[in-house]
């Protein structure tokens, strides 16, 4: 745990700690929280509703955290690691606001739908993985087609999604 200068909390990082139990709403009282790891520890439950806004780093891979991922997440998010869970319905919501994500990290959970087309928006976005999710359809041509965009790495399961600007690439 780090604090600023006048000693209120910016970081805290407990990643591979064994910790078990749930994500406390109360993170979101944490005013000047920027940084918050919680990967790989046996967290349950679900993802609170709200985190502050000046939250900039979310990591929660690796824990049994179940539900949706909330579309009231900081829009001053930078990193969102959710690999490795067990959350599940769409992205409808998620990315709307989030212009400022450069990493994505969504694999191997029960994520399902469309990818939305506003994936597009996200225009710092360098890598974005879908796959070991229930993704189905196709990578939408604004996403493909955005001159404004260079994702590094974008991963789907190739065998559900049809992606021809996916990085590994999608064989034909």
């Not at 406390?24 to 439950?45: H, S, Y």
């Not at 990193?79 to 959350?87: G, M, S, V």
């Amino acid at each position: 745990v780090q604090c600023n200068m006048k000693g209120f909390v910016e970081t805290i990082e407990l990643d591979v700690n064994n910790r078990d139990g749930t994500i406390p709403v109360e993170m979101k009282d944490l005013e000047f929280l920027d940084i918050l790891n919680f990967e790989n520890n046996r967290l349950r439950g679900e993802i609170p509703e709200e985190f502050n806004d000046t939250l900039v780093r979310l990591r929660l891979n690796k824990n049994r955290l179940t539900g949706t991922i909330p579309g009231t997440l900081s829009s001053r998010l930078v990193a969102l690691y959710l690999a490795d869970n067990n959350l599940e319905g769409t992205l409808d919501d998620l990315l709307e606001g989030s212009q400022l994500l450069n990493r994505l990290e969504l694999e191997n959970n029960s994520l399902s739908g469309d990818i939305p087309p506003s994936l597009s928006e996200l225009t710092s976005l360098k890598i974005a993985r879908f796959n070991g999710n229930d993704f189905e359809g196709s990578m939408p041509d604004k996403v493909c087609n955005n001159p404004d965009q260079n994702i590094a790495i974008l991963a789907v399961d190739c065998d559900k999604v049809d992606c021809d600007c996916c990085t590994p690439a999608c064989a034909r």
